[in-house]
């Protein structure tokens, strides 16, 4: 397929090989044959299908039931592919709008159809490469707004999507002034933050990860919806997937929007020690996120990380860096969890207050009850690892510390680098596939 070139001037003139379509006769036809054709040219799903399975590939890989190693070449073939998908949607997206409006009602089915395709056709690719760095940003959120809520078909539903994302001060500064989103991607997944933890690299600005609150009709699509899934890249599960959805443009924040974290230039450099002043990443290289930390550690050479720590590859296929002084990644420690717990009293707080104004014998006190107590839970548990956090720092100071390598139980052929304490707590890693560096295996670390 011929790739469009990009225009600012774009005529939105439909490209001939896509078929006429109209509500009443899918596509001017019958013919489930013809139908499912006419589908497939409408919505390219050629191209998402070569992605689908390079993708599936990706993930063979990380999981070690690959020959294959071009892991980043791969990666780079999607990019590739989601850009044109991306520029085949917003050469055609007047009659793709007519398409996912008319589906967009389908109580019957409860969304399922809408979700499907949209979540393959129009979320998938920006899944990929979206970012407000891009210079189709604006065109594609505009279009993608204009859509149906996800909730569309079921207009009973009146309640608020609990929000998290990851954005410099002029962005929240603006978020907060203006309570009107700018930018549709968001996460009610509350780690999800940290595979972005290193932002600041790419431009030296600080990084906030902020809580908003939308209503359910500002949200345009969700990668993870009444407990299915869009495969391999999209969501896959709660421990690897994004929980990403996409929430309309200049949507109102239902209240004040909440600074839980700030992330700054100094502190990725805490973590990752090896790191100079005045460094900066180059944000193409790490795959709009997805090789963030193999961006950075092949921006250095094996010399100068090992001089300050660990280098390994995980059982995913993953590089990852461990640091022999715990010293830095202990502080972060302490500096989120006691942000956290600031966050999770102002909520409690929150709905300290909505009890006292609703009657106890209704359902909606009972929900109501339940976040309050949710919000004990995690301040309770998070303060208990904060004085873990506060004793581990205390030995780092003391050098009351080693690191060990443990076996996995199941699987012995596996080990994992752990720092142990004095007082009892670890930091301990994920699985290691190669180790690369001086065996340290029960030495002290000094």
Do not use: H
């Amino acid at each position: 397929m011929n790739k469009i070139k990009y225009n600012k001037k774009r005529s939105n003139k439909n490209i001939k090989s896509i078929p006429p379509y109209n509500k009443k006769g899918f596509f001017k036809t019958n013919n489930e044959f013809l139908l499912n054709k006419r589908y497939e040219l409408f919505t390219n799903k050629k191209v998402i299908d070569a992605m689908g399975k390079i993708d599936k590939e990706i993930r063979l890989i990380t999981q070690g039931k690959s020959k294959q190693k071009n892991k980043l070449e791969l990666e780079s073939q999607v990019q590739k592919l989601s850009n044109q998908q991306i520029d085949f949607l917003l050469s055609n997206k007047d009659k793709l709008k007519k398409f996912y409006d008319s589906i967009s009602f389908d109580k019957k089915n409860k969304n399922r159809t809408f979700w499907g395709s949209y979540g393959q056709t129009i979320f998938y690719p920006y899944s990929v490469v979206g970012n407000k760095y891009e210079k189709w940003f604006d065109e594609y959120y505009d279009w993608i707004s204009e859509f149906q809520s996800l909730y569309n078909w079921d207009k009973t539903k009146n309640q608020f999507q609990n929000s998290l994302r990851l954005m410099d001060n002029d962005e929240f500064n603006q978020f907060s002034e203006s309570n009107e989103n700018q930018n549709p991607s968001w996460s009610d997944k509350a780690d999800i933050w940290k595979r972005f933890s290193i932002n600041p690299l790419y431009d030296g600005k600080d990084y906030n990860l902020v809580s908003s609150v939308f209503n359910f009709d500002d949200v345009l699509f969700k990668s993870k919806y009444n407990e299915q899934d869009l495969g391999d890249r999209l969501a896959q599960d709660s421990e690897i997937g994004e929980n990403e959805f996409f929430i309309r443009k200049n949507a109102k924040c239902q209240f004040q929007p909440i600074k839980i974290l700030t992330k700054t230039f100094k502190d990725v450099q805490r973590e990752y020690e090896f790191i100079p002043d005045g460094f900066r990443l180059d944000v193409k290289k790490s795959l709009n996120g997805f090789e963030s930390v193999n961006s950075l550690l092949n921006s250095f050479s094996d010399e100068e990380i090992l001089k300050y720590g660990i280098l390994y590859e995980d059982t995913n296929g993953e590089n990852k860096y461990f640091a022999n002084n715990p010293m830095g990644v202990t502080i972060q420690n302490i500096k989120e969890y006691s942000s956290w717990i600031k966050y999770f009293k102002i909520k409690l707080e929150f709905y300290d207050k909505q009890l006292q104004f609703v009657n106890p014998f209704t359902t909606f006190y009972k929900n109501v009850e339940s976040m309050r107590n949710t919000q004990k839970e995690l301040i309770e548990n998070y303060e208990d690892d904060l004085n873990q956090y506060r004793d581990n720092l205390k030995d780092c100071k003391n050098g009351d510390y080693e690191l060990v390598w443990r076996e996995n139980k199941s699987n012995t052929d596996y080990k994992f680098p752990t720092i142990e304490f004095k007082n009892g707590g670890r930091i301990r890693q994920t699985l290691v596939n190669e180790y690369y560096g001086k065996d340290v295996i029960g030495k002290r670390i000094v």
